[in-house]
C-alpha cells in the first residue's frame, strides 16, 4: 500500500494536464483544483460530524464491509 501511494500520489496532479488537450487544459485543471478543494473541505469539515452521529451498529457494519473487501483484495 505504501508503494501505491508513493506511485499514485503525484499523478494526481499530473493526469488530468496529460489527457486534456491544449485548448482545455488551462480550464481542466482550474476544474480539478476546485473540485479537490471542495472535497477536501467537505472531507474536513463534514465527516467527522457525521462519524459522531453513527451508531455502534453502523461502525460495525462499516468495520466488516472493509475487512471483507480487504480480504478478497488479497486473495
Not at 21 to 29: D, I, M, S, T
Not at 33 to 57: E, Q, R, Y
Not at 59 to 70: F, G, N, P, Q, W
Request: net charge positive; glycine share 6%.
Amino acid at each position: 500500500m505504501v508503494f501505491f501511494s508513493f506511485g499514485w500520489t503525484p499523478l494526481q496532479a499530473l493526469y488530468p494536464a496529460e489527457v486534456l488537450a491544449y485548448e482545455n487544459r488551462a480550464k481542466g485543471l482550474a476544474l480539478q483544483g476546485w473540485v479537490t478543494s471542495a472535497v477536501s473541505c467537505i472531507n474536513t469539515f463534514g465527516l467527522p460530524p457525521a462519524l459522531a452521529d453513527l451508531n455502534w451498529k453502523s461502525k460495525y457494519k462499516m468495520s466488516r464491509s472493509v475487512d471483507i473487501e480487504l480480504t478478497f483484495q488479497h486473495t
